[in-house]
């Protein structure tokens, strides 16, 4: 069945980065996009951008552009999100889904605190 | 970037009754919206995509509808695992944008 799995809880200092992972299985990595989502607290969803693992494509929410990096490798079907120059703005739960034509798969979320 | 104001924020129901959450997007989206609920500590869960078409295991008593700028996500006899957060998303144009959600309370 597929899945996907994310790294653990993230607690992380200013100015620092922080790369999390998102880890399928039960399906071709290469074959559909990912995507990833920011959930501040208390607050609505964010969309960050996606990557074709197939060819390593991104696409960015301009907002996010120069603090999210978006990479996949294929050895272990794994896609990262590096997020850098963090700021208390930057703690939240980030999630990783799978575009079938809709978010079919989501991974659990990582909640990442940057606090000194 | 397109917004999505979506009302309302907040949504009072007793089990049995039919709901009513609307998104209206700053332009038109060509019915690319689709519509989530999320639980407490959990992941969003897609309901419906392209306006209104339920995706695979989406109870019957959810319903989308709209077009152009307007659309609406229906929940008919309200059960208690329904009571959750509900967020639109539009995905027409890059970035996608989500609503700003609708928390689903009991009465």
């Known amino acids: 069945q597929v899945q996907l799995q994310q790294s653990g809880t993230e607690l992380v200092k200013p100015a620092s980065s922080v790369k999390i992972s998102c880890k399928a299985s039960?399906?071709?990595?290469?074959?559909?996009?990912m995507h990833w989502i920011r959930q501040q607290p208390g607050n609505g969803l964010e969309w960050i951008g996606w990557?074709?693992?197939?060819?390593?494509?991104?696409k960015y929410n301009q907002k996010f552009d120069g603090k999210a990096t978006l990479t996949a490798d294929k050895s272990s079907s794994t896609a990262y999100m590096q997020l850098s120059s963090l700021t208390s703005e930057d703690s939240a739960v980030y999630f990783c889904a799978r575009w079938a034509g809709y978010f079919d798969y989501w991974g659990q979320g990582v909640m990442v605190t940057v606090s000194s | 970037d397109i917004q999505m104001t979506q009302s309302p924020p907040s949504l009072s129901a007793s089990l049995g009754d039919k709901v009513t959450i609307t998104c209206q997007a700053s332009q038109n989206i060509n019915k690319y919206i689709a519509w989530y609920q999320q639980k407490p500590g959990k992941a969003p869960r897609q309901l419906i995509r392209?306006?209104?078409t339920l995706v695979s295991g989406t109870p019957s008593r959810f319903s989308g509808s709209g077009s152009g700028r307007d659309y609406s996500f229906s929940i008919s006899n309200v059960e208690s695992e329904d009571i959750a957060s509900y967020y639109c998303?539009?995905?027409?144009?890059?970035?996608?944008?989500f609503g700003g959600g609708t928390k689903l309370e009991l009465k």
């Open positions: 392209y306006t209104s």
């Open positions: 990557i074709y693992p197939g060819n390593g494509n991104t």
């Open positions: 039960g399906y071709t990595f290469t074959s559909n996009y």
């Open positions: 998303l539009q995905y027409d144009n890059l970035p996608w944008t």
